[in-house]
């Protein structure tokens, strides 16, 4: 009787990881989307980026629900990091196509917390 006790006890031991990895299995957890700041070159979420846009028509704008359509690049929301690609011209080259200071404006606003 005591052999057949342990074996079962061994039994189940071995199974435990088996029953461990199953727990794991269930919880999936959310993908957070992740983008590149054109200034720092930091992989950020997305919700911490603002985005700026330049459609077909070659008009730019800030793209605050960031489903816009046309060439988008992502900055951090951070007024320094803003300053800066201001100064660099990132955003410039990165758009292709000169920045109007009204822009960065109201992406120093956005960063703020003025228009949120």
Same mark, same amino acid.
């Given at each position: =009787?005591? !052999?057949?006790? $342990?074996?079962?006890?061994? %039994?189940?031991?071995?199974?435990?990881?088996?029953?461990? *990895?199953? +727990?794991?299995? =269930?919880? !999936?957890?959310? $993908?957070?989307?992740?983008? %590149?700041?054109?200034?720092?070159?930091?992989?950020?979420? *997305?919700? +911490?980026?603002?985005?700026?846009?330049?459609? $077909?028509?070659?008009?730019?704008?800030?793209?605050?629900?960031?489903?816009?359509?046309?060439?988008?690049?992502?900055?951090?929301?951070?007024?320094?990091?803003?300053?800066?690609?201001?100064?660099?011209?990132?955003?410039?080259?990165?758009?292709?196509?000169?920045?109007?200071?009204?822009?960065?404006?109201?992406?120093?606003?956005?960063?703020?917390?003025?228009?949120?």
């Amino acid at each position: =009787m005591i !052999k057949s006790m $342990k074996t079962v006890q061994m %039994k189940i031991l071995t199974m435990i990881p088996y029953l461990n *990895k199953g +727990e794991h299995d =269930m919880v !999936k957890k959310k $993908k957070i989307p992740l983008r %590149k700041c054109v200034v720092t070159n930091e992989m950020k979420p *997305k919700q +911490e980026m603002i985005r700026v846009v330049r459609n $077909k028509e070659g008009d730019v704008f800030v793209d605050e629900t960031g489903r816009q359509n046309g060439r988008g690049a992502y900055v951090s929301l951070d007024e320094a990091i803003i300053e800066k690609a201001k100064k660099t011209g990132a955003l410039n080259r990165q758009l292709g196509t000169e920045i109007e200071p009204e822009i960065f404006e109201h992406m120093v606003d956005i960063a703020r917390g003025k228009n949120k």
